[in-house]
């Protein structure tokens, strides 16, 4: 049973669900995280990156400080977010990043993505706003890290309209990954 009271948890946006995944959703995020992994990305998928999609279950479902949200219409998955007891990895991020977002207690948002058709309705922040929710509801969490991949059309503007901009190593220093890192602000906390 992941997140107690927000197991049965649902919101409407328009024609779409949003709500906490349950195994009947794990194929549909699959499939909605490795489309973007080979399509947006153009990465396809690397197991040393990637490995949270190959189990969802283990990963998102069962540990219970852990969430996986998904967006439908219909049957069909066409939005993911996740959440998962996380620091920053260091190499390749930064070590202090590292240092200021410990795993037991940073929250780390991973594999906010919405198939192309279903992009500009709500959806993302829809889906964010279930995990911010799900975090605040877990004492062990001070903070919610995440790092986005600035080629990514619009993800940048995205998390600059929800969160707090922590690291953009673009200043000049070689940032082979183009990622800027943000912690979203969590009600009633200070990390």
Same mark, same amino acid.
């Given at each position: 049973?992941?997140? $107690? ?6 919101? =409407? !946006?328009? /024609? ?9 959703? !794990?194929? $549909? ?17 690397? /197991?040393?990156?990637? #490995?949270?999609?190959?189990? *969802?279950? $283990?990963?998102? %479902? ?11 219409? $219909? ?6 977010? #996740? ?6 990895? =260091? ?15 940073? #929250?780390? *948002?991973?594999?906010?993505? !919405? ?7 709500? %959806?993302?922040?829809? %889906? !964010? ?7 605040? +509801? ?5 903070? %919610? ?23 953009? /190593?673009?200043?000049? +220093? ?18």
């Amino acid at each position: 049973m992941t997140g $107690g009271t927000m197991q049965h948890h649902r919101h =409407s !946006v328009g /024609p779409y669900e949003v709500q906490m995944a349950g195994r009947g959703h !794990v194929t $549909g995020a699959r499939s909605v995280m490795l489309d973007t992994f080979y399509r947006d990305f153009g990465y396809g998928y690397r /197991p040393d990156w990637h #490995a949270d999609v190959i189990d *969802l279950e $283990g990963t998102y %479902l069962a540990p219970q400080h852990h969430a996986l949200f998904v967006a439908t219409k $219909g049957d069909e998955v066409v939005g993911t977010t #996740a959440v998962r007891a996380a620091a920053p990895k =260091s190499p390749p991020h930064p070590r202090f990043l590292a240092q200021r977002y410990p795993e037991e207690t940073t #929250a780390q *948002l991973f594999r906010v993505y !919405v198939r192309p058709e279903h992009r500009r309705c709500g %959806l993302a922040r829809a %889906l !964010v706003g279930l995990a911010i929710e799900f975090v605040t +509801r877990q004492p062990r969490y001070r903070a %919610l890290y995440l790092h986005t991949d600035t080629r990514i059309d619009g993800a940048e503007p995205f998390w600059r309209s929800m969160a707090t901009p922590i690291h953009d /190593p673009r200043d000049g +220093r070689d940032d082979t990954y183009q990622t800027v890192h943000f912690e979203i602000p969590l009600p009633g906390r200070s990390g």
